[in-house]
C-alpha cells in the first residue's frame, strides 16, 4: 500500500521542542518533494514546510523559520520536522504529505498541543 505514517505528537509546554517524524510506504521521498502542513482549531490547512530531496532546498513559512527544521533519511524512507522554541499558537494537528506545496498523499494528522 502506499502510504504515510505520522507520529511524534504530543502535548508539551511553550519553549519546548518536538520531532515529528513521516514514515513512507509503497514509493520513496527520493522521488517527490514532501513537507509538513498543519490545521489549527478553527483554521484552514496550512503549510508549514517543504523540502525536495532531489536539491535539498527547503521552504518554511514565516512563523516558523528559525524553530523547525525539516529534513529526510532517505535510507529510512522517512521524513522529519524539528521543532523548537514551540509557541502555543503552533498548536494543530499536523500532516506529512507527498507532493510539496501541492500534496497529492497525505497522512493521518498527528496532535501537537502546546501549552502556555
Known amino acids: 500500500d502506499v502510504q504515510l505514517q505520522a507520529s511524534g505528537g504530543g502535548l508539551v509546554q511553550a519553549g519546548g521542542s518536538l520531532r515529528l517524524s513521516c514514515a513512507a510506504s509503497?514509493?520513496?521521498?527520493?522521488?517527490?518533494?514532501s513537507g509538513w502542513f498543519r490545521q489549527a482549531p478553527g483554521k484552514e490547512r496550512e503549510g508549514v514546510s517543504c523540502i525536495s530531496t532531489i536539491d535539498g532546498m527547503t521552504y518554511y513559512t514565516d512563523s516558523v523559520k528559525g524553530r523547525f527544521t525539516i529534513s529526510s533519511d532517505n535510507a529510512k524512507n522517512t521524513l522529519y520536522l524539528q521543532m523548537n522554541s514551540l509557541k502555543p499558537e503552533d498548536t494543530a494537528v499536523y500532516y506529512c504529505a507527498r507532493g510539496c506545496p501541492s500534496p497529492d498523499l497525505w497522512g493521518k494528522g498527528t496532535l501537537v498541543t502546546v501549552s502556555s
Open positions: 509503497g514509493f520513496t521521498f527520493d522521488d517527490y518533494a
